[in-house]
């Protein structure tokens, strides 16, 4: 009900008809506090349903959200009834039901077109579907996916393993989504704990490689393959890619523009470029563009997506709450401990608010690997990081957590507190991000 309301997920089932090499629970420690459930109740699901109605942006079915693991929606025997539910409760809002499409029939895609589903189609590859994904009857599969195009709108979605598919499947997978009709494409960074068999195999240049493959797929198909995560060392709002029949395409913004202000206001980050955007009606959008600036105006109504694509960076609203409970002013800057991913970005943003603070890269001891992202740390890591900084660091007035790394009740993978962290150091913890 708590992850309903404040991310608008929906959990109905952990159960899946593939087995993907991918898939990290297997090779989690065994201290990680992960659930996987069965398909829930109709009537348990009835009532979270209400709850979803905090949902930031579209309600989502078929995502992990934090411990608890998410299978194939389509498994669950009243999935269609799920989201006719779902839909009855929010005529208004976007719905997106992210599938391996294996039990999408056709009859079952135009259902969904006609409740304004959206669809991201987790494909994956379309040469290695028995090896990758263990998919029994990938021909299958792919009629399905094949045939959405037009039906239904979809993007895909591609776990990148060159290699264990090699690049060509990887360029046929990008086509073959295009070709189904697919508006843009997320091409998701391998990640592996220390335990996982692929992390050894995996050459270290795989994610640079895959960010200049994702350059190229756009080129070569002309709709946004996007790598993820983005590599962001500003908070610079630049436009990654323009969908085909948006405002923002007919209003002629391109690939690399960077957008300085929106509707007169000067943005400070792409999120508040995008979300000004989205916010106005009829929106001007400042542009630079080769070294000049111009201006072009977007027809659109307010709470509409104005089409263009920026990577997410950081909400300076909650940056600025942060700042005013971080202990800025006291005798010692505060410690920020953070993810390698959200560093840069961290530090442009104490920049560009002329705050000083010590921050420090926390690497995941918990799960190894190359697992980088801020939600995985654990408070054993936060403490290793202060310990080896320890030398260094004046003695901060408060330390900041990045709060993805903490469940509701604010415990972290392991069901440690991060309270545990003020108790061995002696500092008062903020969570924030
Ligand atoms: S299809 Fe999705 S849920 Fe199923 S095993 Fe693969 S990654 Fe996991």
């Given at each position: 009900?708590?992850?309903?309301?404040?991310?608008?997920?929906?959990?109905?089932?952990?159960?899946?008809?593939?087995?993907?090499?991918?898939?990290?629970?297997?090779?989690?420690?065994?201290?990680?506090?992960?659930?996987?459930?069965?398909?829930?109740?109709?009537?348990?699901?009835?009532?979270?349903?209400?709850?979803?109605?905090?949902?930031?942006?579209?309600?989502?079915?078929?995502?992990?959200?934090?411990?608890?693991?998410?299978?194939?929606?389509?498994?669950?025997?009243?999935?269609?009834?799920?989201?006719?539910?779902?839909?009855?409760?929010?005529?208004?809002?976007?719905?997106?039901?992210?599938?391996?499409?294996?039990?999408?029939?056709?009859?079952?895609?135009?259902?969904?077109?006609?409740?304004?589903?959206?669809?991201?189609?987790?494909?994956?590859?379309?040469?290695?579907?028995?090896?990758?994904?263990?998919?029994?009857?990938?021909?299958?599969?792919?009629?399905?996916?094949?045939?959405?195009?037009?039906?239904?709108?979809?993007?895909?979605?591609?776990?990148a393993?060159p290699f264990?598919?090699?690049?060509?499947?990887?360029?046929?997978?990008?086509?073959?989504?295009?070709?189904?009709?697919?508006?843009?494409?997320?091409?998701?960074a391998p990640?592996?704990?220390?335990?996982?068999?692929?992390?050894?195999?995996m050459p270290s240049s795989t994610w640079e490689e895959c960010?200049?493959?994702?350059?190229?797929?756009?080129?070569?198909?002309?709709?946004?393959?996007?790598?993820?995560?983005?590599?962001?060392?500003?908070?610079?709002?630049?436009?990654?890619?323009?969908?085909?029949?948006?405002?923002?395409?007919?209003?002629?913004?391109?690939?690399?523009?960077?957008?300085?202000?929106?509707?007169?206001?000067?943005?400070?980050?792409?999120?508040?470029?995008?979300?000004?955007?989205?916010?106005?009606?009829?929106?001007?959008?400042?542009?630079?563009?080769?070294?000049?600036?111009?201006?072009?105006?977007?027809?659109?109504?307010?709470?509409?997506?104005?089409?263009?694509?920026?990577?997410?960076?950081?909400?300076?609203?909650?940056?600025?709450?942060?700042?005013?409970?971080?202990?800025?002013?006291?005798?010692?800057?505060?410690?920020?401990?953070?993810?390698?991913?959200?560093?840069?970005?961290?530090?442009?943003?104490?920049?560009?608010?002329?705050?000083?603070?010590?921050?420090?890269?926390?690497?995941?001891?918990?799960?190894?690997?190359?697992?980088?992202?801020?939600?995985?740390?654990?408070?054993?890591?936060?403490?290793?990081?202060?310990?080896?900084?320890?030398?260094?660091?004046?003695?901060?007035?408060?330390?900041?957590?990045?709060?993805?790394?903490?469940?509701?009740?604010?415990?972290?993978?392991?069901?440690?507190?991060?309270?545990?962290?003020?108790?061995?150091?002696?500092?008062?913890?903020?969570?924030?991000?």
């Amino acid at each position: 009900m708590y992850q309903a309301l404040k991310e608008g997920v929906l959990p109905i089932t952990s159960v899946c008809n593939m087995g993907c090499v991918f898939c990290s629970n297997r090779y989690n420690p065994k201290s990680c506090e992960v659930f996987s459930i069965g398909p829930r109740d109709l009537e348990d699901i009835e009532e979270t349903i209400p709850w979803l109605q905090g949902a930031p942006g579209a309600i989502v079915i078929g995502e992990s959200v934090t411990r608890i693991n998410e299978g194939e929606p389509l498994t669950h025997p009243h999935f269609m009834t799920i989201v006719e539910k779902v839909r009855d409760a929010y005529p208004e809002k976007p719905i997106r039901v992210t599938t391996n499409a294996s039990l999408l029939s056709p009859e079952k895609s135009r259902r969904l077109a006609s409740l304004g589903v959206e669809l991201i189609i987790s494909l994956n590859t379309v040469g290695k579907r028995k090896e990758v994904m263990a998919d029994p009857e990938p021909e299958v599969t792919l009629r399905n996916v094949s045939a959405l195009n037009g039906v239904i709108k979809l993007e895909g979605s591609i776990v990148a393993l060159p290699f264990v598919t090699g690049w060509d499947d990887l360029r046929e997978t990008c086509r073959f989504l295009k070709d189904s009709g697919a508006i843009s494409i997320r091409l998701l960074a391998p990640g592996f704990s220390a335990a996982h068999p692929l992390f050894k195999e995996m050459p270290s240049s795989t994610w640079e490689e895959c960010r200049r493959f994702a350059g190229e797929m756009t080129r070569a198909l002309g709709i946004p393959v996007l790598f993820e995560p983005p590599v962001l060392r500003d908070l610079c709002a630049r436009v990654e890619a323009v969908m085909e029949g948006t405002p923002a395409k007919a209003a002629g913004m391109r690939a690399g523009d960077i957008i300085t202000r929106v509707a007169g206001i000067q943005v400070d980050s792409r999120k508040d470029a995008f979300e000004l955007a989205r916010e106005r009606e009829n929106p001007k959008i400042t542009l630079l563009r080769d070294g000049g600036q111009i201006e072009v105006a977007l027809a659109k109504p307010r709470r509409t997506s104005p089409g263009f694509v920026v990577y997410e960076d950081l909400d300076l609203r909650a940056f600025s709450a942060w700042a005013a409970r971080a202990g800025f002013g006291r005798k010692a800057p505060p410690l920020i401990l953070t993810s390698s991913l959200a560093r840069p970005l961290i530090s442009a943003a104490l920049e560009s608010r002329g705050l000083e603070a010590q921050v420090v890269t926390v690497r995941s001891r918990y799960f190894g690997g190359n697992i980088q992202a801020g939600g995985l740390l654990t408070v054993g890591d936060f403490l290793a990081a202060y310990n080896n900084a320890l030398r260094d660091l004046k003695p901060p007035s408060t330390v900041t957590l990045p709060k993805r790394a903490f469940d509701a009740w604010g415990r972290d993978l392991e069901g440690v507190s991060y309270k545990r962290f003020t108790e061995e150091t002696g500092c008062q913890v903020v969570l924030a991000g």
